[in-house]
C-alpha cells in the first residue's frame, strides 16, 4: 500500500558526516509530517527530528546544530544531514511518516531502519 525505503546509513568516524534518505511510495494522497526516530541497543526509540508540510522542523536536544532534517514534498522524500557525529549517535535510524492515503485514511507509517554506527 505504502511504502517508506530508507537509504544512506553506514560507518562513520567520529567528526564526521552521512546523510540518510527515506522515500515514501505507493498509494499516497497527501503526506503530512515526515520525520526521524532512532533507537540505540538497549534504548527506547526517540524522536531524531520531524518537519511538517509547512516545513516547520522540531529537534532533539542532543543533535540541535548538528542535525538538519530537509524535504522534498515533490519526490514525498525526507532527508536527514547529520555532521559533526558521535559515537553516541550510533543508533537505528527509523524515517517516519503521517499519510493520507487514497482511501482518505490517515496513518502513521515506518520505515525499515537504517544502521547508523559511529566508531574509529
Known amino acids: 500500500q505504502v511504502q517508506l525505503v530508507e537509504s544512506g546509513g553506514g560507518l562513520v568516524q567520529p567528526g564526521g558526516s552521512l546523510r540518510v534518505s527515506c522515500a515514501a511510495s505507493?498509494?499516497?494522497?497527501?503526506?503530512?509530517?515526515m520525520g526521524w526516530y532512532r533507537q540505540a541497543p538497549g534504548k527506547q526509540r526517540e524522536l531524531v527530528a520531524d518537519?511538517?508540510?509547512?516545513?516547520?522542523?522540531n529537534y532533539a536536544d542532543s543533535v540541535k546544530g548538528r542535525f538538519t532534517i530537509s524535504r522534498d514534498n515533490a519526490k514525498n522524500t525526507v532527508y536527514l544531514q547529520m555532521n559533526s557525529l558521535r559515537p553516541e549517535d550510533t543508533a537505528v535510524y527509523y524515517c517516519?511518516?503521517?499519510?493520507?492515503?487514497?482511501?482518505?485514511?490517515?496513518?502513521?507509517?515506518w520505515g525499515q531502519g537504517t544502521q547508523v554506527t559511529v566508531s574509529s
Open positions: 517516519n511518516a503521517d499519510i493520507q492515503v487514497v482511501s482518505r485514511a490517515r496513518v502513521y507509517f
Open positions: 505507493g498509494s499516497i494522497f497527501r503526506v503530512y509530517a
Open positions: 518537519m511538517t508540510s509547512g516545513c516547520s522542523t
